[in-house]
């Protein structure tokens, strides 16, 4: 079966860097999204992202954070100069054929910024 | 008020036993209806899906909308040890964005 696959697993940084997470969506999909989830809270939307443009983003996606679809498999959350509360769990998912359609997810990456 | 409401529990219930996890809404504008399931440390897992009212089976799982009570529910029968995680119920609109917001979710214990 099909599956959203995320690397690395785990990712530990120091509070400045910058950190690059990757994702490799399901293969025939066409919408990628990322989310994050901060332990014990809600899984919260960043942005999504269609035809090589970010078609949705919320109000944690800010300069700080940036999109990429190098190539045709891979996609990836860039966070620039990271902080403390930028810990979290990031999650990819991918959608096939429609914004409506639902969302799979992949396993997650694990950041932790000290 | 939040959009999506969802007792975090933890709800602990015997192996066997009738588990039923639900959640509130605000926004009349939600009509597609999803559960996951999500085990300590790993991503959401789709387990059902639903457009607007109505309800869904699935083996052992059903999937319950009221829209005019804005509440969702699933129900998991002969709850198995392995059932054991956390259930987040989500929600999106149509017309605009679809992208889901999702409650906090509900721990799950099943004990044998």
Same mark, same amino acid.
């Given at each position: 079966?099909?599956?959203? =696959?995320? =690397? @690395?697993?785990?990712?530990? =940084?120091?509070?400045?860097?910058?950190?690059?997470?990757?994702?490799? @969506?399901?293969?025939?999909?066409?919408?990628?999204?990322?989310?994050?989830?901060?332990?014990?809270?809600?899984?919260?939307?960043?942005?999504?992202?269609?035809?090589?443009?970010?078609?949705?983003?919320?109000?944690?996606?800010?300069?700080?954070?940036?999109?990429?679809?190098?190539?045709?498999?891979?996609?990836?959350?860039?966070?620039?100069?990271?902080?403390?509360?930028?810990?979290?769990?990031?999650?990819?998912?991918?959608?096939?054929?429609?914004?409506?359609?639902?969302?799979?997810?992949? @396993?997650?990456?694990?950041?932790?910024?000290? | *008020?939040?959009?999506?409401?969802?007792?975090?529990? %933890?709800? !602990?219930? %015997?192996?066997?036993?009738?588990?039923?996890?639900?959640?509130? +809404?605000?926004?009349?504008?939600? *009509?597609?209806?999803?559960?996951?399931?999500?085990?300590?440390? #790993?991503?959401?897992?789709?387990?059902?899906? &639903?457009? !607007?009212?109505?309800? #869904?089976?699935?083996?052992?799982? &059903?999937?319950?909308?009221? #829209? !005019?009570? #804005?509440? $969702?529910?699933?129900? $998991?029968?002969?709850? *198995?040890?392995?059932?054991?995680? &956390?259930?987040?119920?989500?929600?999106?609109?149509?017309?605009?964005? +679809? $992208?889901?917001?999702?409650?906090?979710? &509900? !721990?799950? $214990?099943?004990?044998?």
């Amino acid at each position: 079966e099909p599956e959203v =696959t995320q =690397t @690395p697993s785990h990712q530990v =940084t120091q509070m400045g860097q910058e950190v690059i997470l990757r994702c490799v @969506p399901i293969s025939n999909h066409l919408y990628f999204y990322w989310y994050r989830q901060i332990l014990g809270q809600k899984v919260e939307f960043l942005v999504s992202f269609y035809n090589n443009e970010i078609s949705e983003k919320s109000e944690i996606f800010d300069d700080q954070f940036s999109v990429e679809r190098p190539d045709g498999s891979n996609f990836t959350l860039k966070i620039r100069s990271t902080k403390l509360e930028d810990s979290a769990m990031y999650f990819c998912a991918s959608s096939g054929g429609g914004l409506q359609e639902t969302q799979y997810f992949g @396993p997650g990456t694990r950041l932790l910024v000290l | *008020q939040k959009e999506v409401e969802q007792d975090p529990g %933890p709800l !602990s219930v %015997p192996e066997g036993a009738i588990v039923s996890l639900n959640c509130t +809404y605000s926004n009349s504008a939600f *009509q597609y209806f999803m559960w996951y399931r999500q085990y300590s440390r #790993k991503g959401p897992e789709l387990l059902m899906y &639903t457009y !607007s009212s109505g309800n #869904k089976e699935d083996g052992r799982f &059903t999937a319950q909308v009221d #829209k !005019s009570s #804005k509440y $969702i529910s699933l129900f $998991i029968r002969d709850s *198995q040890p392995s059932d054991s995680a &956390t259930y987040l119920c989500a929600m999106s609109a149509t017309g605009g964005s +679809y $992208i889901p917001t999702f409650g906090r979710g &509900t !721990s799950l $214990i099943v004990h044998p």
